[in-house]
């Protein structure tokens, strides 16, 4: 079945710093790839979607690229603050075929002030 | 508008008993998913609803567990009889019908199940 694979499982930085989060889709199919941020005890919530036509989307400090080809694509986040901490999911979708996501297995993020 | 809503937040049971979970999606949302997150590993699909018809339960691990979604609105999930291996966190998530692009999912805090 399809698979997507995150990395890393943890990644502490300086506030200030980048951070980059790399996730990898097994289903060439796969045509919409959304970014979850989930706090502590809260939601997940959707914090920025890419689609297969498209190569890379910012909205302020945050942005994903795609790489079909590879089958990969990177959540970046620059001047990371403190609030940034949080755990990140990416995910891949066949959106015309299906809804259904399919998750990677998270990375936490934390901020050093 | 209210977001997706879960209930109960936590629930402690042991071994063999029953447990329902419950969701209710946002407003007018067609479609309805279940999720489940088991400690450190990715976020499982389990099955999704549109309206009362489910339209995909290939997630779903076992006949221990069966969902409802009664008159398209409100959904549950029952898992009877519970086993350890079913301890996580189950979300629910709801989306506006058609599967364009310009309907994300919405997810509920999640029900933490603890079987012990």
């Known amino acids: 079945g399809e698979n997507v694979e995150q990395h890393p499982s943890t990644l502490s930085v300086q506030e200030g710093d980048s951070a980059v989060i790399k996730c990898t889709y097994s289903?060439?199919?796969?045509?919409?790839f959304p970014w979850y941020k989930q706090e502590l005890g809260k939601r997940p919530q959707l914090i920025i979607d890419?689609?297969?036509?498209?190569g890379e989307k910012k909205d302020q400090r945050i942005a994903v690229t795609l790489n079909k080809t590879a089958k990969h694509f990177s959540l970046h986040i620059t001047e990371t603050q403190p609030e940034d901490s949080a755990v990140y999911f990416c995910?891949?979708?066949?959106?015309?075929?299906?809804?259904?996501?399919?998750f990677g297995t998270g990375t936490r993020l934390q901020v050093f002030p | 508008e209210a977001g997706v809503t879960q209930f109960p937040s936590h629930s402690v049971i042991e071994k063999g008993q029953t447990v329902t979970l419950r969701c209710d999606p946002i407003?007018?949302?067609?479609?309805l998913y279940w999720y489940r997150r088991v400690m450190g590993k990715e976020i499982k699909f389990l099955l999704h609803?549109?309206?009362?018809?489910?339209?995909?339960e290939s997630g779903m691990p076992n006949n221990r567990f069966l969902a409802e979604r009664t008159g398209g609105t409100y959904s549950t999930l029952k898992v009877q009889p519970a086993e350890l291996e079913d301890s996580g966190v189950y979300f629910c998530?709801?989306?506006?019908?058609?599967?364009?692009?310009?309907?994300?999912?919405?997810f509920g805090n999640g029900t933490r199940l603890t079987v012990t």
């Open positions: 998530a709801s989306s506006r019908g058609g599967r364009g692009f310009n309907s994300p999912l919405h």
């Open positions: 289903d060439s199919a796969s045509n919409y």
């Open positions: 890419i689609r297969s036509n498209v």
């Open positions: 995910a891949a979708s066949k959106r015309g075929i299906t809804d259904k996501l399919i």
């Open positions: 407003s007018g949302h067609d479609n």
């Open positions: 609803f549109v309206k009362e018809s489910k339209q995909d």
